[in-house]
């Protein structure tokens, strides 16, 4: 907002000149340096906000190593999900019918609280997306094609998400249901599978 307010301020301060004063200097119309400085000032901004951008992009993007992987799998009217790191846990998720209409399924993921968690995206037949809104994920699941997100929650709770594709009638219905718990609950349901 910084360089935006100057450029706008400048441009302002610039046309209310011209409206009053006619340029009649000839150093002012037929200069190329004047015209090579307004095109490459415009050029020196855009770079100025593009790196500290590209930075905070970069940062953000490695978020350490994740300690939980899960794969999603994309069908006609339901998910499937197996936590790859935990003995290969598999499970399908269906739409069950709740309070909160068309977002609810009967199986939810869980994940820890404060760590960072791979999720694998890819479908088994027509496009998907699998979108989580609240915690700020989406990923396409394209047939033969695997995409990876990797997200960080730093509170805990029940998210819900919902297919964002429109592949056929009633398709983006299909419910996301996530729970991020913290990590001590998380290690009992894991000692509870064993």
């Given at each position: 907002m910084?360089?935006v307010?100057?450029?706008a301020?400048?441009?302002l301060?610039?046309?209310?000149?011209?409206?009053?004063k006619q340029?009649?200097?000839r150093?002012?119309?037929?200069?190329?340096g004047?015209?090579?400085?307004w095109?490459?000032?415009?050029?020196?901004v855009?770079?100025?906000?593009?790196?500290p951008?590209?930075r905070?992009l970069y940062?953000?993007d490695?978020?350490?190593?994740?300690?939980?992987t899960i794969?999603?799998v994309?069908?006609?009217?339901?998910?499937?999900?197996?936590?790859?790191?935990?003995n290969?846990?598999?499970?399908?998720s269906y739409?069950?019918?709740?309070?909160?209409?068309?977002?609810?399924?009967?199986?939810?993921?869980?994940f820890?609280?404060q760590?960072?968690?791979?999720?694998?995206?890819t479908?088994?037949?027509?496009?998907?997306?699998w979108?989580?809104p609240?915690?700020?994920i989406?990923?396409?699941?394209v047939p033969?094609?695997?995409?990876?997100l990797?997200f960080?929650?730093?509170r805990?709770?029940?998210?819900?998400?919902?297919?964002?594709?429109?592949?056929?009638?009633?398709?983006r219905?299909?419910?996301?249901r996530?729970?991020?718990?913290p990590?001590?609950?998380?290690?009992?349901?894991?000692i509870?599978?064993?």
């Amino acid at each position: 907002m910084i360089f935006v307010s100057r450029i706008a301020a400048g441009i302002l301060w610039y046309l209310v000149i011209l409206s009053s004063k006619q340029p009649s200097h000839r150093r002012l119309i037929e200069a190329q340096g004047v015209e090579f400085g307004w095109t490459a000032l415009p050029c020196l901004v855009l770079v100025a906000i593009a790196l500290p951008s590209l930075r905070l992009l970069y940062i953000v993007d490695e978020s350490g190593t994740p300690e939980l992987t899960i794969k999603t799998v994309g069908h006609q009217w339901y998910w499937s999900y197996e936590y790859r790191d935990l003995n290969e846990i598999e499970f399908d998720s269906y739409i069950t019918s709740s309070p909160y209409r068309l977002l609810d399924c009967d199986h939810r993921i869980l994940f820890p609280a404060q760590t960072p968690i791979r999720v694998l995206v890819t479908a088994a037949d027509v496009l998907h997306s699998w979108t989580v809104p609240t915690i700020g994920i989406k990923a396409d699941a394209v047939p033969g094609r695997l995409n990876q997100l990797t997200f960080f929650s730093d509170r805990s709770g029940i998210f819900f998400g919902q297919c964002r594709e429109i592949c056929g009638r009633n398709h983006r219905f299909i419910p996301i249901r996530v729970e991020c718990i913290p990590s001590g609950k998380f290690g009992e349901f894991l000692i509870s599978l064993v």
